[in-house]
């Protein structure tokens, strides 16, 4: 088998490992929570006479031994089934399909407009290191680092549309304005610009960093100054000798904080009143409707391992000398 | 090599010296002195409860009874802001302080035995580091039901595993030096060879990166309680912030404020943590700054 295929194949592995963990986990947790499940569930109903609990405990095998109800959680997982929401009146899993789109299309962007736009600017801070622009990208990095995206968010609504008037600050799409085609996509790219910029700012500054950290480890190495002493242009030394060589770190790092992006977009869909899962997370916080909560939880890690798997091949193609791991 | 790695040590060479070299980590600290006192003396400066009205709601700053304006009940948001700052700190410090235990100690017996052992813990920590940390503090607390306690655990639950790395790191390497084969073979036993030769000499690395994570415990808190998951019997920025949220168009103030409380007190312990790492890791001295 050639190397990459076994690479990739030990790395498939250990994600159905590790999702098979996490619902493990997620088994566990709801059962070391304060109160009976049935009792919750009960609650959730909107009924909590102690026949109904005692009903419910049966018909969900709470009675049962907890290995045999870790065996039957375990099997209803396998089968994409993540419980029924009485709140919602729905199976978890329909609802985390119906919102993960939104959620997907404001984290890859924000992703890749973050990826973008902070390996450009770690680049310029590296290769004019101790410059005023150098020091005016670290600073504004620094802060934005600091920031809680969930008030970056709030202030940008504050400036762009409620004094500016120039960008929507809720929802998805304009509401009752019937747009279509060209339009409505222009509509909904219209109503993504903030929480975008939002989610990207942060990760931003974190690729900057790492990039302007990297690309100093690798400006002064040998085969830099041979590129330089061949008389190659500039751009060329920069682009495909500097760069190639100090991305990987950066590509290693950004695709195993992805994951966090989505944990970021909770705040976000909460802060613009996005549809997504994020929002789904708020309100089954709201009304502590656990099922919901760990669906979410279960599908969000889900994400995070598909992501990863996808960093691992970005980094076996950058890296034709990936070694497999033992 | 670039003239920053082999600098001379201009202001005297000891800890303060290489700290005060570090512009930045002064003005942070500085920052975080105001921080703290503001956090010590806030029964001083605003000796009621920062949950009772005080003025007329919806007051703007720099009106009479309030400094920085009123929020929708008419609670003072500078009164909000010095006794928040007490709940930020303290679940900063306290779940870094139980993250460096968790992280520490895994890291420890992972590095110092290695072998099966080291497999095992890694494997764990590569599980946390997996998950989504937010959503798993947002379930963890949102189940356990939000408290003081809660919080913390779950901050610290979610931050160990980079602490676990690097102290595995740490006793990987000194467990071949030469002090730690003498210890072994001056007969002490683990623990002590663990707590008394190897700990001390890996506490530089260590103290630098729980001065981050408090910073980032404390974007955590703000985050969490922004989503309504904070302790309710405490007054915390995130919450002032999530409570202002949908009279943003109205009053700005009343987010606008606890976001800059927030925001200072990051920046100063990210300065502060770089500043222990340029004195602390003399060696490590990043390279390109000027």
């Not at chain 1, 409620?162 to 909904?188: C, H, K, M, Q």
């Amino acid at each position: 088998m050639p190397r990459i295929a076994l690479f990739i194949s030990q790395r498939l592995v250990k994600a159905v490992f590790v999702i098979l963990a996490i619902a493990v986990f997620n088994f566990f947790l709801v059962h070391a929570a304060p109160g009976d499940p049935a009792a919750v569930m009960a609650g959730e109903a909107g009924a909590a006479d102690a026949k109904f609990v005692e009903q419910l405990r049966q018909q969900f095998g709470l009675d049962r031994p907890l290995y045999e109800q870790l065996g039957t959680y375990m099997s209803k997982v396998v089968q994409a089934d993540l419980g029924y929401s009485y709140r919602q009146q729905r199976p978890v899993f329909d609802l985390l399909m119906d919102r993960l789109p939104v959620t997907l299309s404001l984290t890859l962007t924000a992703f890749v407009l973050a990826l973008l736009g902070g390996i450009a600017l770690g680049t310029l801070a590296a290769m004019r290191a101790g410059t005023w622009s150098d020091t005016a990208i670290t600073v504004v990095g620094l802060t934005a680092y600091a920031t809680p995206i969930f008030w970056i968010g709030l202030m940008l609504i504050l400036l762009f549309s409620v004094n500016l008037g120039w960008l929507p600050a809720f929802g998805t799409e304009s509401i009752g304005a019937g747009y279509t085609g060209w339009d409505a996509f222009l509509d909904r790219a219209r109503h993504l610009v903030l929480p975008v910029t939002t989610l990207g700012l942060f990760y931003m500054a974190v690729y900057t960093r790492l990039t302007r950290a990297s690309i100093l480890e690798v400006r002064d190495m040998d085969f830099v100054k041979t590129a330089r002493a061949k008389g190659l242009p500039e751009w060329r030394i920069v682009s495909v000798h500097i760069l190639r060589n100090a991305i990987l770190p950066v590509i290693t790092v950004a695709g195993f904080q992805a994951g966090h992006l989505i944990g970021g977009s909770i705040l976000i869909e909460t802060v613009f009143a996005l549809p997504g899962i994020g929002r789904l997370a708020f309100e089954a916080v709201l009304q502590r409707d656990y099922q919901v909560l760990l669906g979410i939880f279960l599908l969000t890690s889900v994400v995070v391992v598909v992501f990863n798997l996808l960093t691992d091949l970005i980094y076996s193609l950058v890296d034709p000398r990936i070694e497999v791991a033992p | 090599m670039t003239a920053a790695t082999i600098a001379p040590a201009r202001k005297g060479s000891g800890f303060w010296g290489a700290f005060a070299r570090n512009k930045g980590a002064v003005i942070g600290l500085a920052f975080l002195t105001l921080i703290v006192l503001m956090a010590a003396f806030a029964d001083v400066l605003y000796p009621d409860s920062p949950w009772d009205m005080t003025a007329m709601p919806f007051q703007p700053p720099l009106s009479e009874d309030a400094l920085l304006g009123s929020d929708t009940l008419g609670r003072d948001i500078a009164a909000g802001i010095a006794h928040g700052a007490r709940v930020s700190l303290l679940i900063g410090l306290t779940s870094t302080a139980v993250a460096v235990l968790i992280g520490v100690f895994l890291g420890a017996v992972s590095g110092f035995y290695g072998g099966r052992v080291d497999d095992l813990v890694m494997r764990f920590t590569e599980l946390f580091q997996t998950i989504p940390n937010f959503v798993l503090a947002v379930v963890l607390v949102a189940i356990f039901t939000p408290s003081l306690t809660s919080i913390v655990l779950a901050i610290a639950i979610v931050s160990w595993p980079p602490l676990a790395r690097l102290a595995r790191g740490e006793f990987m390497s000194l467990r071949s030096r030469e002090f730690v084969h003498a210890a072994v073979t001056t007969g002490q036993s683990n623990m002590t060879i663990i707590w008394r030769q190897i700990l001390p000499n890996s506490l530089s690395p260590i103290i630098v990166s729980a001065s981050l994570m408090v910073a980032t415990a404390i974007l955590l808190e703000s985050s969490l309680s922004f989503l309504g998951l904070g302790d309710p019997n405490l007054m915390s920025w995130g919450y002032m912030v999530g409570a202002a949220r949908t009279v943003i168009r109205q009053a700005w103030w009343m987010s606008f404020f606890p976001g800059i409380a927030i925001l200072l007190t990051v920046l100063a312990l990210n300065l502060v943590g770089e500043g222990l790492n340029d004195a602390l890791n003399p060696k490590l001295a990043r390279k390109g700054r000027s």
